[in-house]
């Protein structure tokens, strides 16, 4: 089974940086599709952004779309989200997603997704 944990959340002001770290327990990572979703109090689970196996090909939601980059390095077996420019909408808990590649994958939706990490706080003040 794949496991994932998620680190590099916390408190930051508007306009500030944080850099998101998804570690992987899976001796193929680099088969997997990975993503990133948040949700926000009383708000339904929202893509944020997803890249493929090898790294060529990445999505974004159009509301980070510029202000965060999503990477994999898998020789670490590890997959990144960098979030520039935050802004308080932002704030979410964040969660590392990971489904193996088929051929037709949907990049956007929570339930194609097999594996999920425990979610990291990110909170960005006004």
């Known amino acids: 089974q794949v496991q994932l944990v998620e680190s590099g959340g916390g408190l930051v002001q508007a306009g500030g940086s944080l850099r998101l770290s998804c570690a992987a327990s899976v001796r193929t990572f680099d088969i997997y599709l990975m993503g990133w979703f948040r949700q926000a109090p009383g708000k339904e689970r929202e893509f944020v952004a997803a890249?493929?196996?090898?790294?060529?090909?990445?999505n974004y939601e159009d509301s980070v779309n510029g202000r965060f980059t999503i990477s994999r390095d898998n020789a670490k077996n590890t997959v990144y989200l960098q979030m520039n420019s935050l802004k308080p909408e932002d704030t979410a808990v964040y969660f590392c997603?990971?489904?193996?590649?088929?051929?037709?994958?949907?990049?956007?939706?929570?339930?194609?997704?097999?594996?999920w990490g425990q979610g990291t706080q990110v909170t960005v003040s006004s």
């Open positions: 890249i493929n196996w090898s790294g060529a090909k990445t």
């Open positions: 997603a990971a489904q193996p590649t088929r051929g037709g994958e949907n990049w956007f939706d929570a339930n194609e997704y097999d594996h």
